[in-house]
T-cell receptor, first 112, second 112 residues
Framework: DAGITQSPRYKITETGRQVTLMCHQT?????MFWYRQDLGHGLRLIYY???????DKGEVPDGYVVSRSKTENFPLTLESATRSQTSVYFC???????????FGQGTRLTVV | AQSVTQPDIHITVSEGASLELRCNYS??????LFWYVQSPGQGLQLLLK??????LVQGIKGFEAEFKRSQSSFNLRKPSVHWSDAAEYFC??????????FGTGTRLTIIP
């Protein structure tokens, strides 16, 4: 199916563990983004990518790592999860970085 | 840096009543403007967008928004809400080298 898919939808992990959230898009959009959504903060940009092998930090990058070896995939890794990283994570893609983004369904991550 | 403000955290409206959600932005030029809706447990869906031209923009699901340059506003409206409109609504702005920036959201509750 065309679109943008995230996996897993739900994840519980322990403090200190590494966890990777997956994102796959079928539109061949150049740009891909990772946001986290927290109550009172709306959506905050973690990392984004303008193309394969080009990534850059957003507003809240600390504790996260991204890679983009293929245009369609943009995984987000929490190297050592902390409770403060409990959040809902959204992946998005777009033709540009200043126009509409298309969102996945989100991954609800709980760090215990 | 640009910013976007949604002054209302939570709004309650009776079914069938009209709705207006406020959005103000801060930016030197007129940015690209967007409204997204997020239903519970879902990703964000684009309702409408403004790039230039006619300041009254029609979107999906019967929503419209009006761009007012003098007020730096892009308020979302609907003449008669339905119970299915209960959701979180996000305003977003973007332009040039400023990536898409989201407001903190307005949660809409519909009462019978």
């Amino acid at each position: 199916d065309a679109g943008i898919t995230q996996s897993p939808r739900y994840k519980i992990t322990e403090t200190g563990r590494q966890v990777t959230l997956m994102c796959h898009q079928t539109w061949s959009h150049s740009y891909m983004f990772w946001y986290r959504q927290d109550l009172g903060h709306g959506l905050r940009l973690i990392y984004y990518s303008a193309a394969a092998d080009i990534t850059d930090k957003g507003e809240v990058p600390d504790g996260y790592v991204v890679s983009r070896s293929k245009t369609e995939n943009f995984p987000l890794t929490l190297e050592s999860a902390t409770r403060s990283q409990t959040s809902v994570y959204f992946c998005a893609s777009g033709v540009r970085d200043d126009t509409e983004a298309f969102f996945g369904q989100g991954t609800r991550l709980t760090v215990v | 840096a640009q910013s976007v403000t949604q002054p209302d955290i939570h709004i309650t409206v009776s079914e069938g009543a009209s709705l207006e959600l406020r959005c103000n932005y801060s930016y030197g030029a007129t940015p690209y403007l967007f409204w997204y809706v997020q239903s519970p447990g879902q990703g964000l869906q684009l309702l409408l967008k403004y790039f230039s031209g006619d300041t009254l923009v029609q979107g999906i699901k019967g929503f419209e928004a009006e761009f007012k340059r003098s007020q730096s506003s892009f308020n979302l409206r609907k003449p008669s809400v339905h119970w299915s409109d209960a959701a979180e609504y996000f305003c977003a702005v973007g332009f040039g080298n400023e990536k898409l920036t989201f407001g903190t959201g307005t949660r809409l509750t519909i009462i019978p």
